[in-house]
């Protein structure tokens, strides 16, 4: 294993690093090189408890951060929903119709008017819509959560991107996603009322973005999500105008 992770370490890219600085974007960059992926496998066999003897492929596999931190927030938010709306009857399932990955519905009076979709599809501009009516005006994007809420002529609709990120230069890169998605996403020709960046904390040097003027006059903004600092709801930040979601 020694004489594989030195091999490693002499080829690109990992003899390409001049400087001991890790960062989300940077491992993201070569995640998916051949040379890291091997040497991450060596370091899990290394780490583990195995048997004496030749060192076997190593089959484990584990979701890389960023996707364990985009499915919290799916879950997180699907809770938070169910408390906000404790008078709606909540269901899990997966949502053919946009595609989804995953669906959290909420009906009452026998009619489902609220949605929280995990990874729904967008699709280009020049292809047929999708029964549900989402589209992009450019191309085909799929967005890490939308929540919808079917109100009549009151319908609201917004998105969240997950991003594990923190820091001020990695978080304002990150609001590139917001403004692509605000600009370009479409539910029944409407653009999203919101797009909020979910990261799991926000220094002070990025604070302008979590302000509910902000948020309410731009459309985009950031909320901090983590298990430690759940205290506010993203849903009272919102709906803070009773009106958005009114029953």
Known sequence: MEHSLRRFQRTSPLSEVTRRMISAAGLNAVSADPAYSSVYGLGWRILRLGADGPPQPERLWISPTWEIYERWCFVQLGKDLANFFDDHEWSVSTNRSSHAKAAFTASRDGQSNIELLLQPRF?????????????????????????????????????????????RSNVLEAMASAHIYRDSLRWNGKRPDYVLLLTPRVENDVGWLTQPDFIHEHGVGIHALAPDSVTTSVFDLLLADTATFSA
């Open 123 to 167: 699709l280009a501009g020049d292809k047929s819509p999708n029964s549900r009516c989402f589209r992009s005006i450019s191309g085909e994007r799929e967005p890490d959560i939308v929540l919808v809420r079917h109100d009549g002529s009151n319908s609201k609709w917004y998105v969240f991107d997950a991003k594990y990120r923190t820091g």
